[in-house]
C-alpha cells in the first residue's frame, strides 16, 4: 500500500523556520517526482516545490523562492521542506504528493499520490 505521511507543522511566529517531513512506505520515493502543496482556507491548492525523480531538479513557486528549500534523503525514503523566514501568508495545511512523471512540475493532476496534509500557522 502506497502511503505518504507528513510532519513538521506547527505554530510559529514570522520570520521563523520550519522543516516539514514527508515519509513513503510502500515505495521508493527515488523513483518518483515529489511535490509540496498548500492549501489556505477558501483558497485552492497550490504547488510550492517539487524535486525530480532520480535526478533532483528541484522548482520553486515564485512566493517561496529564496526561503524554502526542498530536499531528498533516500536512505530514509524522506523529502523534506525547509521554510525559513516565514510570513503570516504562508499559513496553510501542506500537503506532499507523488507522481511517476519525468520532469518536474506542479500541476495537481500529475500527482497520483497525496497524503493527509500538515498544518503550518504563521502568526505573532
Known amino acids: 500500500q502506497l502511503q505518504l505521511v507528513e510532519s513538521g507543522g506547527g505554530l510559529v511566529q514570522p520570520g521563523g523556520s520550519l522543516r516539514l517531513s514527508c515519509v513513503a512506505s510502500g515505495f521508493t520515493l527515488d523513483y518518483y517526482t515529489i511535490g509540496w502543496f498548500r492549501q489556505a482556507p477558501g483558497q485552492e491548492r497550490e504547488g510550492v516545490s517539487c524535486?525530480?525523480?532520480?535526478?533532483?531538479?528541484?522548482v520553486y513557486a515564485d512566493s517561496v523562492k529564496g526561503r524554502f528549500t526542498i530536499s531528498r534523503d533516500n536512505a530514509k525514503n524522506t523529502v523534506y521542506l525547509q521554510m525559513n523566514s516565514l510570513k503570516p501568508e504562508d499559513t496553510a495545511v501542506y500537503y506532499c504528493?507523488?507522481?511517476?512523471?519525468?520532469?518536474?512540475?506542479?500541476?495537481?493532476?500529475?500527482?497520483?499520490?497525496w497524503g493527509q496534509g500538515t498544518q503550518v500557522t504563521v502568526s505573532s
Open positions: 524535486i525530480s525523480k532520480r535526478v533532483g531538479m528541484t
Open positions: 504528493a507523488a507522481g511517476s512523471f519525468n520532469g518536474a512540475t506542479m500541476t495537481l493532476f500529475d500527482y497520483a499520490y
